[in-house]
Nanobody, 122 residues
Framework: QVQLVESGGGLVQAGASLRLSCTVSGRTSISEAMGWFRQAPGKEREFVASINWRGGSTYYADSLRGRFTISRDNAKSTVYLQMNSLKPEDTAVYYC???????????????WGQGTQVTVSS
């Protein structure tokens, strides 16, 4: 099994920045990639960004490219999501997920964290 724990969410004003963290434990060897997704009230869970553990290749939702940056620290088994210039529409629960490839579909990820709330006020 793989356990994921997110942290770093909170309430911020529009224009601020936040950095989310996701620490992975357990059978980390079965996870080749990590992804961040988010889900706003009444909406589908959507892809934010993903990264491969080994090569570090990154992928982003087109609408978020340039404001959000995903990175990893293999030694700490931790993935980060740096979010800049936050907007009220970024308000959502943010989830990290572990999978075998850095895809954009939630169905490609077998393990999920509990989520961390990000609220951006106008």
């Amino acid at each position: 099994q793989v356990q994921l724990v997110e942290s770093g969410g909170g309430l911020v004003q529009a224009g601020a920045s936040l950095r989310l963290s996701c620490t992975v434990s357990g059978r980390t060897s079965i996870s080749e990639a990590m992804g961040w997704f988010r889900q706003a009230p009444g909406k589908e869970r959507e892809f934010v960004a993903s990264i491969n553990w080994r090569g570090g290749s990154t992928y982003y939702a087109d609408s978020l490219r340039g404001r959000f940056t995903i990175s990893r620290d293999n030694a700490k088994s931790t993935v980060y999501l740096q979010m800049n210039s936050l907007k009220p529409e970024d308000t959502a629960v943010y989830y990290c997920a572990a999978g075998v490839s850095a895809g954009t579909s939630r169905w490609e990820y077998a393990y999920w964290g509990q989520g961390t709330q990000v609220t951006v006020s106008s």
